[in-house]
């Protein structure tokens, strides 16, 4: 079976669907990882509406939502999620951050309330789960695939992802705050020796300086934890959306000169990391 990570919304804060933004995206945070006929999305920001589209398009029955957390950018697509309204669906929605905060059942019926939404989340007919989780737990949704978590810093609290099948790995790293200085142990273990891991690469470290305590990270910090880890390779995610094409593009020459492992996510790319 092929095991492919999709992204289908690279970027942070609020979606900025303009011109300067056409190259690498404008849709915040999606990523889908396919592995055979299983269906993972993580996060559910506003790339997650084109994935619902083909997932219905495909006759995709099953998915299962793993959030980072639910701030606005990570959540603010699904009421958009066309699959969610389909009785013949079967969804899966889990988080690591509210297992003493309500749950994410709450909070996402929450987003959906009157006077921020007009249609309920009870209009979503498909059979769907939620589930609360701490983050550091591990579990496998099929046998063959193990997923590991982890608890990031961030404000509100954040999970990061670790899915393996078949000696292969994806990590999704985002939000997080880096300590300068300091290699966050909780990522560290959990990205060890993978082929890929998506992080949090919001600001630059020039822009860190004046964003500290804002929950996000650094191309260059990302780099220091992949290498300390021995990944393969890593995607430059979570865009500024003040951060236009031309200077994505600036950011990519930096780092690919800093190593070589690493690339720009970008809305529609796919990563085959294995196909049997």
């Known amino acids: 079976m092929t095991f492919k990570v999709k992204f289908w919304g690279v970027r942070g804060s609020i979606a900025c669907p303009s011109a300067d933004h056409i190259r690498y995206g404008g849709n915040t945070s999606c990523i889908e990882v396919q592995i ?5 999305v993580l996060d559910a920001g506003t790339g997650i509406r084109g994935l619902g589209m083909e997932m ?3 006759d995709i029955k099953t998915a299962h939502i793993l959030l980072t957390h639910t701030h606005w950018d990570h959540i603010n697509g699904f009421p958009f999620f066309v699959p969610a309204y389909n009785p013949d669906r079967k969804i899966h929605i889990m988080a690591g951050h509210l297992k003493d905060k309500g749950g994410v059942l709450n909070v996402l019926a929450s987003q959906m309330d009157n006077p921020m939404f007009p249609v309920p989340l009870e209009a979503m007919q498909a059979d769907i789960k939620f589930e609360d989780f701490s983050a550091g737990d591990h579990f496998q949704l099929y046998d063959d695939v193990e997923i ?5 810093r961030h404000p509100n609290d954040a999970t990061g992802y670790r899915i393996n099948y078949k000696g292969k790995s994806a990590c999704y790293i985002t939000d997080t705050e880096h300590v300068p200085g300091e290699l966050d142990q909780n990522i560290l273990g959990l990205i060890d020796g993978a082929d890929l891991v998506i992080y949090d690469c919001t600001y630059t470290e020039e822009e860190y300086e004046s964003h500290v305590g804002w929950g996000h990270s650094t191309w260059q910090e990302g780099v220091k934890l992949c290498q300390e880890a021995g990944v393969k390779q890593m995607a430059i995610f979570h865009h500024d959306p003040e951060h236009n094409d031309a200077f994505m593009d600036d950011i990519g020459v930096q ?3 800093v190593w070589d492992g690493t690339f720009i996510a970008k809305e529609q790319e796919e990563i085959i990391l294995l196909e049997d």
Do not use: N, S, V
């Open 255 to 257: 780092a690919q000169k």
């Open 148 to 152: 590991k978590t982890a608890p990031l």
């Open 36 to 40: 055979g006929d299983r269906h993972f």
């Open 56 to 58: 219905q398009r495909l």
